[in-house]
């Protein structure tokens, strides 16, 4: 069982910046695959940015791909979202996720989930 609590979300203009942070206490992220999803009202959960086991490899989906990094602090045990450029289709919930595998950065594929931070992008 992996206990993740994510924090950062907030109200932010179009082109301001956020940065999420995922923890794990008591847990290693080393351990596993993870990944930021979001849900807007009315959309189904997507996968933002996941990263595989020791963070060899990431991928972003297309529409954050140059504003968005997904990076991973094994000293802290903490995996961030760094969101640069907001736009207002970016407005979500947004989830941090671990699993054992991940090929598509899709939900199924992920086992342990945090509570969500919104993130609004307004003027």
């Known amino acids: 069982q992996v206990h993740l609590v994510e924090s950062g979300g907030g109200l932010v203009q179009p082109g301001g910046s956020l940065r999420l942070s995922c923890a794990a206490p008591?847990?290693?992220?080393?351990?596993?695959?993870v990944g930021w999803f979001r849900q807007a009202p009315g959309k189904e959960r997507e996968g933002v940015s996941c990263?595989?086991?020791?963070?060899?490899?990431?991928y972003y989906a297309d529409s954050v791909k140059d504003r968005f990094t997904i990076s991973i602090d094994n000293v802290q045990n903490t995996v961030y979202l760094q969101m640069n450029s907001l736009k207002p289709e970016d407005t979500a919930v947004y989830y941090c996720?671990?699993?054992?595998?991940?090929?598509?950065?899709?939900?199924?594929?992920?086992?342990?989930w945090g509570q969500g931070t919104q993130v609004t992008v307004s003027s």
């Open positions: 990263m595989s086991r020791a963070g060899s490899n990431t």
């Open positions: 996720a671990a699993g054992w595998t991940s090929h598509y950065c899709l939900p199924y594929e992920y086992s342990w």
């Open positions: 008591g847990g290693r992220f080393d351990y596993y695959v």
